[in-house]
């Protein structure tokens, strides 16, 4: 179970969003707060963003906090939309850069917070890696971001053990579910962010319900049931 982060809004620095807070993914790859499935995120990081409509990413299979080269540049790195992970990787999962969030198909960032049967999950060419998250990354991909609620819906009818927490942005909009993990909101004055637990201890984070479908445009925050709950 890894922990995500999305950001929409002005263009803000990914270490502003990831190193800087008390509490954040650095902090959190090896003391979260929240995580209800393993105790660190120790297997691999990953920050994507959006410059103008490409999607850009920079991933590691080593620790967050081991990292020689993040802290120095991810204060340079700034963008209006920001995708960011740390992972901990399931039992029998490979552990390499490709099968760490943020995954892309060259529109999209996705990340997934969870676990699923790969047995459930089709077989994708396009799939970057092997891992859960990497398949079912392909499949929404497939399916179109569109249809994610319709998409986790259908694979926890497959796999009912199933955590599917996904964080998306293309630059515009980020979406998201939560479906078995934790996830919070703060609506800043400059924009929002999404994340698996809170980067610092600001009352003005709140939580999302479970099995729920997140959008976030410029224009708001849209929070939805997703059927089947
Ligand atoms: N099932 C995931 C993996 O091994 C676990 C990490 C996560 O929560 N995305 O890739």
Not at 26 to 40: C, D, E, F, I, T
Not at 150 to 163: F, L, Q
Not at 175 to 188: E, N, P, Q, Y
Request: hydrophobic residues 45%; proline residues 7%; contains cysteine.
């Amino acid at each position: 179970m890894c922990r995500h982060l999305g950001w929409l809004g002005e263009p803000v620095s990914v270490a502003s969003l990831t190193l800087e807070p008390a509490n954040g993914l650095l902090v959190q790859s090896y003391s979260p707060r929240r995580q209800k499935h393993g105790l660190m995120n120790a297997d691999g990081w990953g920050v994507g963003f959006f410059d103008g409509a490409t999607p850009r990413r920079w991933r590691s299979a080593t620790p967050m906090w081991g990292d020689a080269s993040l802290a120095s540049v991810a204060p340079a790195l700034r963008s209006g939309c920001i995708v960011a992970a740390v992972r901990s990787a399931s039992i029998g999962m490979p552990i390499e850069a490709t099968a760490v969030a943020p995954f892309t198909d060259g529109h999209w960032l996705l990340s997934h917070n969870g676990l699923v049967d790969r047995d459930v999950l089709p077989l994708s060419a396009a799939a970057e890696s092997t891992n859960d998250s990497a398949l079912l990354a392909a499949l929404i991909f497939d399916r179109g971001l569109d249809a994610l609620g319709d998409t986790i819906v259908e694979v926890a009818a497959a796999d009912p053990n199933a955590r599917l927490n996904i964080l998306a942005g293309n630059g515009s909009r980020l979406v998201a579910t939560t479906w078995g993990d934790t996830l919070s909101v703060l609506r800043r004055p400059d924009g929002v962010v999404l994340a698996s637990e809170p980067y610092d201890d600001d009352p003005a984070w709140e939580e999302i319900p479970d099995r729920h479908l997140v959008e976030v445009t410029p224009s708001g925050v849209q929070l939805a049931a997703l059927k089947g709950a």
